[in-house]
């Protein structure tokens, strides 16, 4: 079974997170979410419950979640876990969280670097730029664009897949996203048989 692990940040965006995790779990992929705090709230840990075992996280419209775990606990376990891909959604605020952690840059670089799956949504392709990821065709939430079309091929497609780095825009492409990640790890048939019993409309891809 694959595994995946899919970041969040206080400030994600909400669908990105919950559509691209639950469209996952409904192909067999085992799916861990990992919080990660932004700087300023590192030194709330033991106040606000972050970084000690499921901190719940506020994404961008006010929804809760509660996270299965921290980016820092798995990183503190002796054998660095290895998964077969690793998600970062946008959300203004999250994305900046996730670009600006060190952690998230060190994780994102390593995944490159072995040459395993690694999905950015909205304006968590940013991360690609903070990891110093090779030019390469991406694309993003339309409002980071001009931070990354020096760096990067632009591209205002959907879904773009360059390698093993899969990109995407925003909520609107969350399916889209997640179908393609799937197909990515599990081949086209499981993609099928995931989006018959969601009645996805066969036009939208």
Known sequence: MPSTLVLIANGTEEMEFTIVFDTLVRAGIECTSAFVPAEEEIGLA??????????????????KIV??????????VGTKNVYDAVI???????????????????????????????GMICAG???AKTSKLPKQPITSHPSVKRQ???????????????????TSRGPGTAFPFA??????????????????????PENNQ
Not at 179 to 199: H, Y
């Open 46 to 63: 033991h106040a606000g419950g972050w970084g000690i075992d499921s901190p719940t996280v506020t994404c961008s419209r006010g929804v």
């Open 67 to 76: 996270s299965d775990t921290t980016l820092e606990a798995l990183q503190s």
């Open 88 to 118: 970062i959604p946008g959300g203004a605020k999250g994305a900046d969280t996730l670009a600006r952690s060190q952690a998230v840059q060190e994780l994102v670089a390593s995944q490159y670097e072995g040459s395993r799956l690694i």
């Open 125 to 127: 392709t940013l991360v």
């Open 148 to 166: 990354l079309e020096s760096d990067y091929e632009y591209k205002e497609e959907s879904v773009v897949v360059s390698g093993k780095l899969v």
């Open 179 to 200: 179908f393609k990640i799937i197909e990515l790890l599990c081949g086209e048939a499981k993609v099928k048989e995931v989006r018959d019993p969601m009645v996805f």
